[in-house]
Structures are given as structure tokens and as C-alpha cells.
């Protein structure tokens, strides 16, 4: 089976606060969504990479991406949620991509997903009948908050994994759980209420995703120390 991604890059970057959308904001010296990109069209198993912007971005055109090589699609068909972005993603590809074909989804704010992370997933999931997830077992107390902020129940953190993509599943199964279950946040939640069990192959905190301010600096030290 081929392996595609799909990165869906069409939010607003409304919790970061910026005057533009946070995959375009400069990060050790490039936009965001650069560093997003080059790490999927450097992993030799990736041969197409559809990047799903907003009808009506502005800010794409502005950058030189050719650096990026041959294997870029753009299309602007982003949608009202990253559900619909990805839905819509994956009907642009559809006359490229078969059935079975496995199709990587990865947010365009997460930057610091490394080769072998990415190496990791498709190696991992090669065999599988679903498909999976990278994800990282959650290491802080988890607290529900109840009336005035005050904590309402400690939870246990046993057995729980924080999910991150890329989520790698078959291109028609993904397809159908998508528009079956669109109310979803990740492609994995589809996938589970289609009455499969993704698997979780475990990643790090490193391949985090960029959504408050504070998470730049953290981006940018984790890329440059790789540089090293
Ligand atoms: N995304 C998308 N289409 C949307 C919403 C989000 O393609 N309608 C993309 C974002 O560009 C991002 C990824 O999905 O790469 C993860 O979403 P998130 O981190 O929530 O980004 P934003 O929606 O832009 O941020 P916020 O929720 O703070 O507005
Ligand atoms: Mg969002």
C-alpha cells in the first residue's frame, strides 16, 4: 500500500492570539508550517502531501516553498472545523489515492514531529488491519475542576495516552468514518465510533502541538537542539 498526508492547515490560531494564523508565524527562521511540511516530504515512505489551507488564506502565496520538492499539493478547500478540513482533504485527493492506501493526517502546528516518529508510525502499523495513532502516556495529576475552581475529583492518569498525529489509517475507512462521525476532534475518534480500536504508538512530548504562545519558544529550542 502507498502512503499519503494530509496536513490540514486551515484554522485561525484563535487561542494563540496572533495577528495571523499561527502556522505562518516565523520559527528558527522559517513559517511554522515549513518545518510541518519538510519533515512529510522528507519521510521516504510519503509520497504526496495534500496541505489543506482556508479559501480564502492570504498568507501561503507570500512564501517561497519550493524547497519543499516535488511531492506538495495545496488546496484550498478548508472547512468550519479540522474535521471538515480533513474531510474535504481527503476528497481532493481521491483520484490519486486507492481504498486501502494508507493516508497520514498531521496537524500543520505541530512542527517538531521527527523521521523517527514518522518511521515509528509506518513501521508500527505496517501489518495492521486499522491503523494508529502517536500519542504519549500523560504524565501530570489529572485534576476535574468543579463550583469556583475548586478540584471536584483527582483522576486517575493509569492507562491514559495524550493523542498527537500524525493518525495513519486507510484511505476508505477513514473516508467513511469521517463523514459517518463529523462532530470528532482527531481522525482516531471517527475511526472508534465505526467500532474499530486504533493503536497508540508512542511518541514523546517533543512533538508537540503549537497552540498557546509559550509553545513557540518550546518549538523553536526543540528544533534547534536536533540541529546540534
Ligand atoms: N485546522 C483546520 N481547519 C479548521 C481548524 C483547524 O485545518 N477549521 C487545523 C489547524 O490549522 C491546525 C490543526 O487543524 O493545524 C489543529 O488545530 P488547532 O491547533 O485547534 O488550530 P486552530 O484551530 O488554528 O487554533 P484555535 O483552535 O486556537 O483557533
Ligand atoms: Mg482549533
Redesign the pocket.
Known sequence: AHHYAIV?????????GAEM???YLSLAGCPLIHHTLAALCRCPAIERVWV?LSPGDRYWPQYDWSALGAKLETVYC?????A??VANGLAAAETAVADDDWVLVH???RPCVSAAMLDALCRELADDAVGGLLAAPVADTLKRAGEGQRVQATLSRDGLWQAQTPQMFRYGVLRRSLAAFPDVTDEAGAIEAAGYAPRLVRADASNL?V?FPADLALAEMILKSRRE
Open positions: 490540514p492547515a486551515a484554522g485561525s490560531g484563535s487561542r494563540f494564523p499561527k502556522q489543506v478548508g472547512g468550519e472545523t479540522r471538515q478540513s496537524d500543520a502546528a502541538k497552540t
